[in-house]
C-alpha cells in the first residue's frame, strides 16, 4: 500500500483542531469565517476526500496565505496501516488502523467482479454489547470524527487499486449513537468532490435506534437503511441484543413502516441465525409476522464463529427453512455470503486487535 505520512499519535497539538471532524456545513462555515468564498470549501474537500492530501501544502490551488492559515488553525492527520490480512480464499482485505489519538479501529474490503465495497467503522468498540458479537467483548472507546470514517474508504480504495462502489457503516459501532458523525461522513463519500459514490450504495447498519431512524427519513439523499434485528421474539431479541432493550419491537416495527412510507425506500433486515437460540419455529413464525406487510428485505446471516461467544451455526437445513418460509410469505430473503472469514472478517468478527501472526 502506498506510504501515507501521519500526525504523531499523540493527536491534535493544543490549540488546533481536527479538519477530519468538521462535516461539510462546519467546512463550508470555516472558510466563511477566514473569509473565503465559497467554492474554497469544495477544493477543501477534495483535496481531503478524493485526493488524500496529506499537508496544507499539497493543495496548490488555494492561495498560499489561506493554507498558511489553515495549517496553524487545524490539524491533518490520516490514519496509520498497523496491519492488513489477506483472506486466501475470496480476496477480502481486513485492516487495522491507529489514529491520531493512539485508538484502533478495522476495516473491510470486499472485492468482486465489478464491484469493491468497504466496510467502515464509525466507533472505536461498542456499546450495544451483542451476544454474538466480537466488538462489543472490548467495550465502548470512543465515536469517530467524519474524517476518520471516510478516510477508511478511500485508503482502502487506495490499497486495491480501484474505486469504491459501496461502503456500509456495518464495522465497529452503532452508527446512530454517532449520528451527525456518521451523515457527515456519508454526505463526503456521496459529495462528487468526496468519493462520488452513489448515495443508494451507501448503506447504514442500525441495532434499531428509533430516533436515528426517524431522522434519516427526514435526510434528502436516499442512503441505504439495514436493522440488525436478529429475532422478532421481544424475549429473545432482549438477551441477545441488550443495548435496545428500552426499544421494544413493537415500535421498531411503528417506526419502520412510517420509515418506508414516507422515503419509498426499502429496509433490509440483517437475522444472524444462532443455533439454539433464534432458529426455531417460534422464532420463523415470529419472524414471518414482523415482516409481513413491510417493504423489506431480510439477509439471513449463519453466524460466525467468535472467541469468547457460545454461538454456533444452525443447521444449512435450518437456515434454507427459514429462507423458504419467508419466500413463501412473500418476503424477499437471501443467504448471506460471508466474506473473509478465515481473517476474522466478517460480520460480527472484528475486534480492534492485531492478529496472532501480525
Known sequence: MPP?????????????????????DALADA?????EPAYRAGQLRRWLYRDGAVTFDEMTDLPASLRTRLAHRFDLALPRLVERQVSSTDGTRKYLWRLADGVTVESVGIPAASRLTVCFSTQ????????????GQGGYVRGLEPGEMVDQVRMVGVDFGERVTN???MGQGEPFADYDSTLAALRFMNAPDGLGIGARHLTISTCGI??????LATEPEQFTLAVSLHSAVQATRDRIMPGVRAQPLTALRETLIAYTHGTGRRVTFEFALIAGVNDTPAELSALVAFCSGLLCHVNLIPVN???????????????????RALADAGVETSVRVER???????????????SETG
Open 4 to 24: 501515507e505520512r501521519n500526525a504523531d499519535a499523540s493527536g491534535v497539538e493544543p490549540g488546533r483542531v481536527s479538519i477530519k471532524g468538521l462535516g461539510p
Open 31 to 35: 472558510m466563511r469565517e477566514l473569509g
Open 124 to 135: 472505536a468498540g461498542c456499546a450495544m454489547g451483542c451476544a454474538f458479537c466480537a466488538t
Open 167 to 169: 461502503a456500509v457503516a
Open 210 to 215: 428509533l430516533s436515528g431512524i426517524e431522522r
Open 305 to 323: 464463529p467468535v472467541v469468547s461467544t457460545a454461538s454456533d451455526r444452525p443447521a444449512e437445513k435450518t437456515v434454507r427453512a427459514f429462507q
Open 340 to 354: 473473509g472469514a478465515d481473517i476474522d472478517a466478517a460480520c460480527g468478527q472484528l475486534t480492534q486487535r492485531r
